[in-house]
């Protein structure tokens, strides 16, 4: 089953800024706007921050944004807090098969 | 209050099966698809598979085609996924979900709590 590619650690400092890429193919991220990326802090249920690549739902704070670039999206956290410590995954719709694919997942470091 | 409570802690030995619940409310339960996801310890999401309870109609990822089976009652709007043939590598938390918006969406708001199973002999 494919999966996305994601960096599986980034670090950074409060107040810094970071960008995680999610890569895949022509059959999901590069053809679809059904990107969202989720924010899975330890023992916890997986939380939407993005949807249709750049959406924020309400509530998320504004210092996460989302881009899309070929068949690679992405997340930037800006002014990083202690408390974005987490995993972050991307996920899309895929026209193959595979129909749904989740990304491999990043460990945020603060 | 919007929710899907899922049932609780499961413990099965190897080749058996499981059924876990996923009970919505606070919206309509036929509106919107759910799904299953499940993540292994210390591992990433795995999508499972989706039911439109509308219909009862069902996508399955294909690593589970023959295994998986997920249905709903419409009546206590409850959806349920049903794995078989049980190994140690399905042991994990299971996650219902619910698309974002009713009809084609593909991108998840709202979650279960999860539910653990462990499969050891």
Known sequence: QSVLTQPASMSGSPGQAITISCTGTSSDIGDYNYVSWYQQHPGKVPKLILYDVSVRPSGVSNRFSGSKSGNTASLTISGLQAEDEADYYCSSYSSTSTLFVFGTGTEVSV | QVQ???????????????????????????DYFIHWVRQAPGQGLEWMGRINPRSGGTNHALKFQGRLTMTRDTSISTAYMELNRLTSDDTAVYYCARDLSSGWDWQFDLWGRGTLMTVSS
């Open chain 2, 4 to 30: 899907l409570v899922q049932s609780g802690a499961e413990m099965r030995k190897p080749g058996a099966s499981v059924k876990v619940s996923c009970k919505a409310s606070g919206y309509s339960f036929s």
